[in-house]
């Protein structure tokens, strides 16, 4: 792809991303592709597994939404039995969420498959455009990252 312009680049991109996207969601087997879980609701499991525990405003801002959003999406997920809220004994007001065992469960699960389809996929590359892909990757994630901070 010799001089491709940037503007030219978005439009590939554009046309590249969606069938990436679909093509590993098809691959999917588990609750996050079957639509039982949504992409927000796995935010929280994977952030909740990583942490053991969060308090409702600390995971709002860690998702950049309001206390009310995230509400929503943990009511749906205590009602699914994923996770659990308790309260501080110090101070009602505080309410902490955690995993309970079906959410630990299910997040090592979906953790397994989409690692297993990871491979799949990139198995079927050369390591040289693995360490590529990973290496802009983290890049763009970086970025990403910064710009956020700003």
């Known amino acids: 792809m010799p001089n491709i312009t940037l503007s030219d680049f978005a439009e590939r991109i554009d046309d590249v991303m969606p069938a990436v996207m679909k093509g590993f969601a098809k691959m999917q087997t588990n609750e996050l592709f079957k639509g039982k879980i949504t992409l927000p609701q796995f935010f929280v499991l994977n952030h909740l597994d990583k942490h053991d525990e969060s308090k409702m405003n600390e995971l709002a801002r860690v998702m950049d939404v309001t206390t009310a959003a995230v509400t929503g999406i943990v009511d749906r997920l205590v009602r699914c039995g994923y996770i659990e809220r308790t309260y501080d004994p110090n101070d009602r007001r505080v309410i902490n969420i955690r995993l309970t065992q079906k959410g630990s469960d299910t997040v090592k ?12 996929v990139f198995g079927k590359i050369s390591k040289k455009e693995r360490e590529s892909y990973l290496a802009i990757m983290t890049h763009i994630r970086d970025v990403l990252t910064e710009e956020k901070k700003n």
Do not use: C, N, Y
Request: charge should be positive; aromatic fraction near 0%.
């Open 109 to 120: 699960r979906i953790g397994r498959q989409r690692r297993a389809v990871t491979q799949e």
